[in-house]
């Protein structure tokens, strides 16, 4: 994704709610919407503000958090206290993509977060996607990434792809696709020998200059 991930926590515990609106706010790339205590406040804000990702509660006033991911088809994780097995997979068939069982710590929901964004990033745009690509996106967010490679042939695709934004470096490309900076750099120079990007250096006040890469039209 080009713009911040807006994310709505859905939570009549405001409490709870600014906690984790201090957690997303604090990450990369993500921006916390007003939250909203009620079932009714989430569908007022949902319809004004199309947020993207939704940390639902499933305890509400006057409704249902699962039922409202159900609804709402937006992506979503449930965050509750409900950990018992009926609650999860009623979570899962509505369509969370996440479970986050309270209390946890800080850094367990931003590990997620980081997850679906780069799972963000890897399926955005609407060209068509390999078999490959697409586990690669599910295994980020379900954490299981690390035995999964691409083949050079999709990997280069994606790396085109996230270059369609704009210039980046190698290391912002492999943040946002969930590679090592050492595979986006080889890939990056393979490209840039075809003559497929272009590569310029751009210096700081100190150290050595970056290396800066573009699609050449």
Do not use: W
Request: one cysteine or more; proline letters at 4%.
């Amino acid at each position: 994704m080009t713009h911040p991930i807006r994310t709505l926590i859905i939570d009549d515990d405001f409490r709870v709610a600014g906690i984790h609106r201090e957690i997303i706010d604090a990450q990369p790339g993500f921006v916390a919407l007003e939250p909203a205590l009620t079932v009714a406040d989430a569908l007022a804000t949902i319809e004004a503000e199309q947020p993207d990702l939704l940390l639902v509660d499933v305890h509400l006033p006057h409704g249902d958090g699962i039922e409202l991911v159900r609804a709402c088809n937006i992506d979503a994780f449930i965050i509750t206290a409900a950990g018992d097995g009926p609650t999860v997979r009623r979570a899962l068939r509505a369509g969370a993509l996440s479970v986050l069982i309270k209390p946890f710590e800080r850094r367990v929901l931003a590990e997620r977060l980081n997850r679906y964004s780069r799972y963000a990033n890897l399926l955005a745009g609407s060209t068509d996607l390999e078999q490959e690509a697409i586990d690669r996106a599910l295994a980020i967010l379900n954490g299981t990434d690390a035995p999964l490679t691409l083949s050079r042939s999709a990997t280069e695709k994606l790396v085109l792809d996230e270059l369609r934004a704009g210039e980046s470096s190698a290391t912002e490309v492999a943040e946002r696709l969930g590679i090592s900076r050492a595979t986006a750099q080889r890939h990056l120079a393979a490209l840039a020998t075809r003559m497929k990007v272009g590569v310029r250096l751009q210096y700081g006040l100190t150290g050595r200059p970056e290396h800066r890469y573009a699609l050449l039209r």
